[in-house]
């Protein structure tokens, strides 16, 4: 089943149609995902500093309004501070006992899918769209507490993102961004260039 979807896929990038263009993108969002998650929770004393999700999308126009394509993403977390941990003594004095220590945790993430966008708008200049997408996510983690590491690891999961709104501003090339939900963050800005 997947080398039948991955043929198709590939088969409809390689289409070589009058009128179709390609299209890469390469954008920065200062607000990732991390960011959008991490809002109103409690970090336990920890404090998150964000890199901001970096991204390269590649688009095949299949005909002179939907686009069928792929995107890569590179997030990355670090929170650190100092935790406060309170717990009972099992045994007699069964008294309380507070310990303090550094401790920080550290994600990369790179995530990569297909993706398929329309655009409402085709002007000479400027193009207006949407576009929805899914995602093969590799997170790469490590859990350091007072310089020792209690934990390290990689896990594989699948997400997704939705642009509620994308454009880019110029002819074969220029400015480009979207407003969105998942991976490619809450707002991306970027440069595009078509041919």
Do not use: C
Not at 139 to 158: H, P, Q
Not at 165 to 174: A, D, P
Not at 181 to 195: A, D, E, Q, T
């Amino acid at each position: 089943m997947h080398k039948v979807i991955f043929s198709l896929l590939i088969s409809l990038l390689t289409i070589n149609a009058g009128g179709q263009e390609n299209e890469i993108k390469a954008m920065y969002s200062p607000v990732p995902l991390h960011r959008m998650d991490d809002w109103g929770r409690d970090l336990d004393g920890l404090t998150a500093r964000y890199a901001g999700a970096f991204m390269i999308d590649y688009n095949r126009y299949l005909n002179p309004r939907l686009k069928l394509g792929f995107n890569v993403t590179y997030d990355q977390v670090n929170e650190a501070g100092t935790k406060t941990d309170t717990f009972r003594r099992p045994d007699f004095p069964y008294d309380y006992i507070t310990t303090t220590h550094q401790h920080s945790n550290r994600e990369n993430l790179i995530f990569f899918g297909p993706q398929l966008g329309f655009d409402y708008i085709q002007k000479d200049n400027f193009r207006l769209g949407s576009l929805v997408g899914l995602s093969m996510v590799v997170i790469n983690w490590e859990d350091v507490m007072d310089s020792r590491i209690i934990g390290k690891g990689t896990s594989v999961n699948a997400f997704f993102h939705a642009e509620l709104i994308n454009f880019t501003w110029g002819k074969t090339k220029g400015l480009t961004g979207q407003l969105g939900y998942g991976h490619k963050g809450l707002i991306s800005l970027g440069y595009f260039f078509r041919w």
